[in-house]
């Protein structure tokens, strides 16, 4: 229960920004019940989110209320530069990332939004930048 107090703490402080959720699908290893739950509440909180699949590139943009199911993959390669740069260029403000913090990422690439990692495990990596948040 502590993380969806953090993560309605999250919803609330960013209201009125401009928000995307990304699910990032280079595994299916991890516990996809979490994630339905993290994709659900942050629907409910917030119906105008998009709602990305990504692993090396992104797969589907769809509005959260919209989206169909989400197709994981087993090879385990993650990019987090095609995300952010579509963040850039759509002018997210808050970005809610969905992985193990294993994807590669463009060293010079400029992060526009405020990013929140959440984790859907118990370990604590770090992260390169923002703030993590186990949603576990």
């Given at each position: 229960m502590?993380?969806?107090?953090e993560?309605?703490k ?6 009125d920004?401009k928000?995307?959720?990304v699910?990032?699908?280079s595994s ?8 339905d739950n993290?994709?659900k509440f942050?629907?409910e909180?917030n ?5 990305i ?7 589907s943009i769809?509005?959260i ?5 989400i197709k ?7 990019s987090y ?6 963040a850039n260029?759509?002018?997210i403000?808050?970005l809610l990332?969905?992985?193990?913090v294993t ?8 992060i526009?939004p405020?990013?929140y ?6 370990y604590?990596?770090k992260?390169?930048f923002g703030r993590?948040?186990?949603v576990v």
């Open positions: 502590r993380w969806q107090r993560l309605l999250i919803m609330q402080n960013n209201r920004k928000l995307a959720l699910i990032d699908t299916k290893q991890t516990d996809h019940q979490v994630i993290v994709i942050v629907g909180m119906p105008e989110t998009q709602l699949q990504a692993d090396f590139k992104i797969r769809q509005n209320k919209e989206a169909s199911e994981y993959f087993n090879h385990g390669k993650s530069t095609e995300v952010f740069e579509w260029e759509q002018e403000e808050t990332y969905v992985t193990d994807g590669f990422l463009y060293d010079e690439l400029e526009k405020f990013v990692w959440l984790i859907p495990d118990e604590k990596p992260v390169p993590l948040l186990n």
